[in-house]
């Protein structure tokens, strides 16, 4: 089995679930993240939904998979990291850095960022052709796809083996070139974007506007609803992006997401988005 040592950095919504999907194929699982109480609660996720999957039939046995997990206090030699922290570029870069020294030289640097380009992460390391984005999709341990990121440096090796491991997870991967927002994202987001504009026109309430987007377009969520799962947060930061990646005002956020964002309604994790969760 390639990859036996793993490294998750960010025990959050998608790094919890990273880690469990590595550790549930049998690999040891070494998570850290730098907040105070984060890899507790990420564990708490983790254990939470493993419970779900076996109500649901899956043979999984929740105490044999967290068992491989190992809390860590810092980055630490594995074959793999997946770095999985907020979707901001420095505080990416930083630990790419960190990590260059900290893994062997043989490790991949795989980020999962959704739209920060990964070029930009390999250049901080001494390995560029070892750094490669493998982005999941939430929740990790349902959704089937990962987007494989290649950069310019990236190198046929490093991608057939991030290709084989997303099949060995029970992944479905698929290979994209390295732009801002990648393929999903670049779709995505100005979908998002103006179901928030039909909402903030009054074209439609937030319950009609999924509901058409369910029915209508036989997608199992609608965009508000997504973007609440996704956090408000996050889906501007990535709006930012494709803005300034690409060069097209086309990509700037809709007022009513700044408006959530900086009342801190940003969706489900705050209890409030386009929807209350209270």
């Not at 997303?166 to 070139?177: C, F, I, Q, S």
């Not at 103006?194 to 009609?208: F, T």
Request: glycine share 10%; proline share 5%; hydrophobic share 45%.
């Amino acid at each position: 089995m390639r990859f036996e040592r793993v490294l998750v950095v960010g025990a959050g919504q998608m790094g919890a679930g990273i880690a469990q999907v590595m550790a549930a194929s049998g690999r040891t699982m070494l998570l850290h993240d730098a907040a105070p109480g984060a890899v507790e609660r990420g564990l708490g996720g983790m254990a939470k939904s493993l419970e779900k999957l076996t109500a649901k039939g899956a043979s999984h046995d929740p105490a044999e998979v967290l068992a491989r997990v190992e809390p860590v206090d810092d980055l630490v030699d594995a074959d793999l990291m997946v770095e999985a922290v907020v979707e901001d570029a420095e505080v990416k870069q930083d630990i790419f850095r960190r990590a260059d020294l900290a893994l062997g030289s043989e490790a991949i640097l795989a980020s999962n960022t959704s739209s920060i380009p990964i070029a930009s992460l390999a250049d901080v390391t001494g390995r560029p052709g070892r750094v490669i984005g493998m982005h999941f999709f939430n929740p990790v341990p349902v959704m089937s796809l990962v987007e494989v990121v290649r950069a310019p440096g990236t190198s046929d090796e490093t991608v057939r083996e991030i290709v084989e491991l997303a099949r060995e997870l029970g992944k479905t991967p698929a290979e994209v070139n390295d732009f801002p927002g990648f393929v999903s994202n670049r779709i995505l987001m100005p979908f998002i974007n103006e179901a928030a504009y039909a909402l903030r026109d009054g074209v439609a309430e937030a319950e009609a506007i999924d509901t058409i987007a369910q029915l209508g377009f036989n997608h199992p969520m609608g965009p508000l609803a997504l973007a609440d799962l996704i956090g408000l947060d996050t889906c501007v930061s990535i709006m930012e992006v494709l803005r300034d990646g690409l060069a097209d005002e086309k990509y700037e956020p809709c007022p009513l997401l700044r408006e959530h964002v900086a009342a801190g309604r940003l969706g489900r994790k705050a209890g409030q988005g386009f929807y209350s969760y209270l």
